[in-house]
């Protein structure tokens, strides 16, 4: 099966920066998008972020010119450098593949990791 695994999240202060990252393990053989996404209290999942397998990026426009998102497909991971961080960040970030192809031949059309506490104090 394919897993996803997010680490980097924590606690920090407004104005700062953190750099979240998610590794899918499996027998993978492409996955089309990754993308981030977070839950902060009584709200619903929202998008922050995605990268195509070509590189093409979309970014939820709260988070637009402060949050950059990479990958690696050789690898099957992902990252999430967040800078210039607000209270209002605050959330449970969620890694996301979509559209994953494995060596079995199979398709799995999304898969999320278990997600990663990032809590911005003011």
């Known amino acids: 099966q394919v897993q996803l695994v997010e680490s980097g999240g924590g606690l920090v202060q407004a104005g700062g920066s953190l750099t979240l990252s998610c590794a899918a393990s499996?027998?993978?053989?492409?996955?089309?998008?990754m993308g981030w996404y977070r839950q902060a209290p009584g709200k619903q999942r929202e998008l922050v972020a995605t990268?195509?397998?070509?590189?093409?990026?979309n970014y939820a426009d709260s988070v637009k010119g402060r949050f950059t998102i990479s990958r690696d497909n050789a690898k099957n991971t992902e990252s999430l450098q967040m800078d210039s961080l607000k209270p209002e960040d605050t959330a449970v970030y969620y890694c996301n593949a979509n559209r994953v192809f494995t060596r079995q031949s199979t398709m799995l059309s999304t898969v999320w990791g278990q997600g990663t506490q990032v809590t911005v104090s003011s």
């Open positions: 499996g027998s993978i053989l492409s996955i089309n998008t």
């Open positions: 990268i195509t397998a070509a590189g093409s990026t």
